[in-house]
């Protein structure tokens, strides 16, 4: 932890520059492997790596910004399979996870707050809420800063079951106990072998038009990610008819981003020293007395921006 010197004043606020992208991550030596119940998976095949190459990133952007009705990414395969089929076994593991949402509007199950996860579900997670992952999506997306939740408020694991919808709807623009800002959601899918006659598609809808424009059905491995906005509608209406009852099963985590991100608001993020010496307070008072453009430059030209 760096300790800047400072009085507490309270000067104010100033943009801070973004940091630079770091689309490829520090991927593990080739021989690493996890095990979890006899299973090795390698570390470096958890997430395919093609997907952060420079001009990989730009594609996909493009292919993001460019979907319908409203901006979304759907992507096969990102995930070992093996790592998945782990995921699905858990499902059933710890039924005190579970809670039940019914209304006239939908009908499904979701973990509960801050769940314990299984070690595959919870290496799933790790993956999705490491940094390096985070600034791929913030590459992806043009969003700066961006938060996970590791308590999975909304998020965690989704199952549907026989006669099960969501009514077309817009996600909470705000998590309920943190306050922040609701960015985009991240869902893959878990089910096999998965027949569209069956219903229950995620359907993506044009608000104006009052129609489905894009249809995505959820198939093993497919992920979708779906920015927040305020035409972002999705949901499906058409209730789960599987002919051997099997359910509809996914996993999902919501990114967020906080009003305070990228800015510097006085000096409340460095450390106050209780005793200082005389010529720091100096210091001090002449940036309190000085306009802050000026300390930004001074700053910038030091390097210390």
Known sequence: MSAVLTLPLDPPVLEQPLPPAAPQPRFPPASDFVSIRGVRLPRMELVDPSLFAPERVAQLREQLMAGQPFPHLVLDHI???ALLELVLEEFDARPENW?????????TRRSVLGPTLAPATQLYFDIIHSGWFIDWLSALTGVPYLLSDPKLFGGGLHESRTGATFAVHRDFNRHRHLGLKNEMVFITYLNKGWDPSWGSALEL??????RCVTTVQPEFGRTILLPHGPVSYHGHTKPLQAPDGRPRRSVAAYYYSSPLAGKQHGDESASIFMKTHRVDRAKAIARMLTPPAFWMLARKMTGRA
Do not use: A, I
């Open 99 to 107: 809670t039940e949402v019914k209304s006239r509007y939908e009908s």
């Open 205 to 210: 809808w044009d608000k104006k038009h009052d």
């Open 79 to 81: 995930f070992h399979p």
